[in-house]
């Protein structure tokens, strides 16, 4: 008897040794190592970011490293580049001022700018002596309760370059924002929104206004009578719940008007809304009580629907009026504005002009089901719309922002008529004069153009063979027509910083697997010189490890994807991992990055706890190719992305021996919330485990512009002439009964973008199908997760460990990997 027992026992460990899998243990330590907090610690500046001078070619930039932030000054005529001061000495003249010691490695000065001699900077420090703030007496008329009334002393200063002298700047008169100020070019004007309507008043006035807003000798000029609530001249309030909404009935609210050139005019944009149905999220956290917020909010194949309407002022003759044109049903209207210099500084007055001169404005209007495009101008000579260019499609039309040239006289329209995006040359008669660019790739945007030398500068992707046809490049072609000149050449994703002559360029580039460069050049594509190369070596200190990129076939067998893997950095080739995608699936984008990123929380971060992750790019789900690629899931918006991460699952486990295909998780966010949930339901035997967070599981509740767009609606005639407009989407709900695997839904309480119905109608169809699923709320939080993204990202690691991993050891309460960062000052 003893001995058949133990022969049963054998044959019971036997059986735990071999008939199942040995749980791994995630690596929490290896993943909290690389948390974003520690991450800046490790990377800092990743790009040159320059701001051009006015008078010259000369641009300043600052660049952060391990050894503190650096300015530099650089002179691309004489190919230099030299510190803009000496940072210790500064400091020690700060020091003398200020009285607080400062020195040149930890110098934080804020609101750098150039002065207009350019030669003289101006900036700001915060010193620890503490005053009485300098609106005390208003904020304390406004709240009796207020008890903060000091604040740290604020300096500024002004620091000539040559002399190195240091000026204390006592009485700073630099204008004070105002957020509801919009400014005519020359100052005159200011127009605005108050209870609804449109009202403007004069420099003066204004002046008054940003001193005290309240002051009561200032004189306002009323224009319009007819606004109200939801058909409102003005904009904000978004994201305001009832009880702010009513504290800020009475504040002035920003107008979006364009003004001309000459100031004496402007037109604008407003949408009427009252019919659009409401929409809710309650703050349950806020206190003392919580709070509702209400807000229009269209969904797709809704009757009610914003109508857009133009409107015109010309303060020259004092008439106000709405302009005609209406085109078709349900449209949408966008009006342009002028490109503002790149040579502007940061701080300084810019204002929003309308593209065109004083007899002519520029505009888009567009049918709702987004098939039909007329580029428009409005002649002011003439008071009525000039249609220019007509663009009709049978699925969604893509378009940009125009560009006039010539003086004007001409307009470079942008089109994937060909089918790719592409440069065409237009005379404001709507003639076509030539196409610009051509050939089997995508013209993503103008970037600058030099009317003097007849050049146009656009970058654009997919040309350069051989390369990732998502890496970006500046090039260059006449308006004449002709051959494009490359100006940015190297396997890398490109990002170019033009100035306003297009005579030099500061090009920022990297790929996912090489650390980002900063190099000048100038407009025939030469290097002038080196700037910066962003330093990783405390990052690979700490064990980084780039990820690799790869390619793959769709699951039609023929078309290339693109992806970028990520492995654990202690990876071990002879061990099987699980396999994490994390997705988005477009069509405005796709979750593959093309360049070193310092964002690793989905991808990097995630690997570390014993996963291979991977992003993958999918049939529909990216603008930056062909328009028959970026179209591919027109009218299938729930699975047109689905079989290609299949194709990617079953190809990488072919290729690698280290990944186990049994054992394949998923995440995204937003739309990838949605994907990967659709995911576990429509191949349920490749897909074990999803996290889901965010996801607009019902796209017939999601917002009508992205839905109906990428979806499609169709516009029906009835007999009376009377058109509606018809939408019908496949939603996950309707496969809950498909679930097998583990499935977390995640979303903000107060998600006013994807409204948390979206998941909670998606658990409601799981109970009912009577599955086991798991699901958190996380209070307060918008569609982001804003302050509990690290949370979030702890429970995610959490649940892929337990059903990825096995390895079903309950976690501590406190999450020991964000606890520990944290200072335990009570």
Not at 516 to 531: C, I, Q, R, S, T
């Amino acid at each position: 008897m003893k001995y058949r027992l133990l022969g049963i026992g054998m044959m019971l460990l036997s059986f735990g040794a071999f008939g199942q899998e040995t749980a791994s243990k995630g690596n929490y330590e290896l993943a909290a190592k690389f948390s974003p907090d520690k991450v800046k610690k490790m990377v800092f500046s990743t790009q040159v970011d320059p701001h051009w001078l006015k008078k010259s070619d000369r641009f300043w930039y600052s660049y952060e490293t391990q050894d503190g932030k650096f300015y530099y000054i650089v002179d691309p005529a004489k190919k230099s580049k030299t510190p803009l001061f000496d940072r210790d000495q500064l400091a020690m003249e700060i020091t003398k001022v200020v009285k607080d010691p400062f020195d040149g490695q930890h110098l934080d000065l804020t609101g750098l700018k150039f002065l207009d001699d350019e030669n003289t900077i101006k900036f700001k420090v915060k010193s620890s002596e503490e005053v009485l703030k300098k609106d005390w007496d208003k904020i304390k008329e406004k709240n009796k309760n207020a008890k903060d009334s000091l604040e740290n002393k604020v300096f500024t200063f002004h620091y000539d370059l040559t002399t190195r002298e240091l000026t204390e700047i006592e009485d700073d008169k630099e204008d004070k924002r105002l957020a509801w100020a919009n400014i005519a070019p020359d100052s005159s004007k200011v127009v605005f929104a108050k209870h609804h309507n449109l009202y403007w008043m004069d420099k003066e006035n204004f002046l008054k206004a940003v001193e005290d807003e309240k002051d009561s000798t200032i004189v306002e000029h009323q224009l319009t009578e007819d606004g109200e609530e939801y058909y409102d001249y003005g904009i904000g309030g978004r994201g305001e719940d009832n009880v702010d909404r009513e504290k800020n009935k009475d504040k002035r609210k920003r107008a979006m008007v364009m003004w001309s050139p000459d100031a004496k005019q402007f037109v604008g944009s407003r949408s009427d809304s009252r019919k659009v149905k409401d929409l809710w999220v309650i703050h349950n956290s806020k206190n003392p009580r919580p709070t509702l917020e209400t807000y229009k909010y269209a969904m797709p194949g809704e009757k009610e629907q914003p109508q857009q309407e133009l409107f015109y002022y010309s303060f020259t003759s004092e008439e106000f009026q709405k302009l005609n044109v209406d085109t078709f049903k349900d449209q949408n209207i966008g009006l342009w504005s002028a490109s503002r210099p790149n040579n502007t500084r940061d701080d300084e007055f810019r204002p929003v002009t309308w593209l065109g001169d004083d007899e002519q404005f520029f505009f888009s209007i567009t049918s709702r089901d987004l098939k039909k495009v007329d580029i428009a101008r409005w002649n002011l000579k003439d008071n009525r719309k000039e249609i220019i260019v007509e663009e009709r499609s049978n699925t969604y039309i893509d378009i940009n922002k125009p560009e006039l040239v010539n003086n004007g006289t001409d307009i470079i329209h942008w089109s994937e008529r060909d089918g790719w995006g592409h440069l065409y040359l237009y005379g404001m008669d709507g003639s076509l004069k030539r196409q610009l660019t051509s050939g089997p790739f995508h013209v993503e945007k103008v970037e600058r153009i030099n009317e003097k030398n007849k050049r146009v500068y656009f970058v654009a992707n997919g040309k350069e063979k051989g390369e990732d046809p998502y890496y970006e490049h500046l090039y260059s072609v006449s308006l004449d027509g002709g051959a494009m000149t490359l100006l940015n050449k190297g396997d890398f994703n490109h990002s170019a910083n033009v100035n306003d002559n297009a005579t030099y360029f500061v090009n920022n580039y990297s790929r996912v697997d090489a650390a980002p460069v900063a190099e000048l050049m100038d407009a025939n594509g030469k290097k002038v010189m080196d700037l910066e190369t962003t330093d990783l070596s405390r990052l690979f200190a700490a064990g980084y490890k780039f990820p690799q990129p790869f390619t793959f076939k769709a699951d039609d067998g023929i078309t290339d994807l693109y992806g970028v893997m990520y492995l654990p950095y202690d990876f071990d080739s002879t061990k099987s991992y699980p396999l994490i995608q994390y997705v988005y699936p477009g069509p405005q984008t796709e979750a593959v990055n093309k360049t070193f990123s310092k964002s690793m929380d989905r991808v990097d971060r995630l690997a570390q706890l014993g996963f291979v992750v991977v992003t993958i790019g999918n049939r529909g789900g990216h603008p930056g190719r062909s328009k028959w690629y970026h179209n591919y899931g027109y009218g299938n918006l729930r699975d047109y992305g689905l079989a290609d991460k299949k194709a990617a699952v079953e190809q990488l486990a072919d290729r690698h021996s280290f990944i186990d295909r049994s054992k394949v998780g998923i995440h995204g966010h937003s739309g990838g919330g949605f994907m990967s949930t659709a995911a576990m339901l429509v191949y349920p035997d490749v897909f074990k485990v999803a996290v889901s967070s965010a996801g607009n599981h019902e796209n017939n509740i999601y917002n009508r512009w992205w839905s109906e767009k990428h979806h499609g609606v169709k516009e029906v005639e009835n007999g009376d002439g009377e058109s509606k407009f018809i939408y019908d989407v496949e939603k996950n709900p309707d496969l809950a009964k498909n679930l097998k695997g583990h499935l977390l839904l995640v979303t903000g309480d107060v998600d006013n973008n994807v409204h948390p119905a979206n998941t909670i109608r998606m658990a409601n169809a799981l109970i009912k199908a009577n599955k086991r699923f798991d699901f958190i709320t996380l209070p307060g939080q918008r569609h982001g997760f804003g302050d509990m993204t690290e949370y979030f990202f702890w429970r995610m690691g959490d649940y892929f460990v337990q059903h990825l991993l096995g390895d079903n050891t309950p976690p501590p309460v406190d999450m020991v990997e964000v606890q520990r960062e944290k200072a335990l000052t009570k």
